[in-house]
């Protein structure tokens, strides 16, 4: 995001962003649920890749079940929470604990470096909000990016 200006989105125009980048068999797994969440400030397009690169985490853990991904939002107190949710493989407790630290995946050898979620988790905190992920393993995977209404922190 060096470099972007940071300006008023919502999670609609974020979401459009994502999908628009997604290959087609991709976008084909995705879903957006109504989303009438309020307008927030940060740099959208270092959002959309934030997105972007959850909704490929999504997409490959559901790649071998026909699972659906569904981004949402919803308002919370300060701000608004993205959410992208899979029902895919899951992920299990010890790596869950793990995950978000930088080079650590899920994926094999040659088809992911393990930064998505670090530099997801590093994006929301920089912008003064909070990242989450959860998993149930072989149950899907929800990660959650709450993100305050104006510009708090981007130090």
């Known amino acids: 995001t060096m470099g972007e200006v940071p300006r008023p989105t919502t999670a609609s125009e974020v979401f459009r962003g994502c999908l628009a980048r997604l290959e087609q068999a991709d976008a084909a797994k995705v879903s957006v649920e109504a989303t009438n969440s309020p307008a927030f400030t940060c740099p959208p397009e270092g959002l959309i890749q934030v ?46 604990m793990r995950i978000g630290e930088p080079f650590v995946t899920t994926k094999p050898p040659g088809e992911g470096m393990g930064l998505g ?13 909070r990242f989450d992920l959860r998993s ?18 981007h130090g």
């Open 51 to 96: 997105v972007l690169s959850l909704v490929h985490n999504a997409c490959w853990a559901v790649r071998d079940n026909g699972g659906r991904i569904v981004l949402s939002s919803e308002s919370t107190g300060a701000g608004v929470a993205l959410v992208v949710k899979d029902d895919g493989i899951g992920i299990d407790a010890p790596m869950l």
């Open 136 to 153: 149930d393993g072989g149950q899907g995977a929800v990660a959650t990016l709450e993100l305050p209404r104006a510009e708090k922190a």
């Open 117 to 129: 979620v670090f530099l997801a988790r590093t994006f929301v905190e920089r912008w003064g909000g």
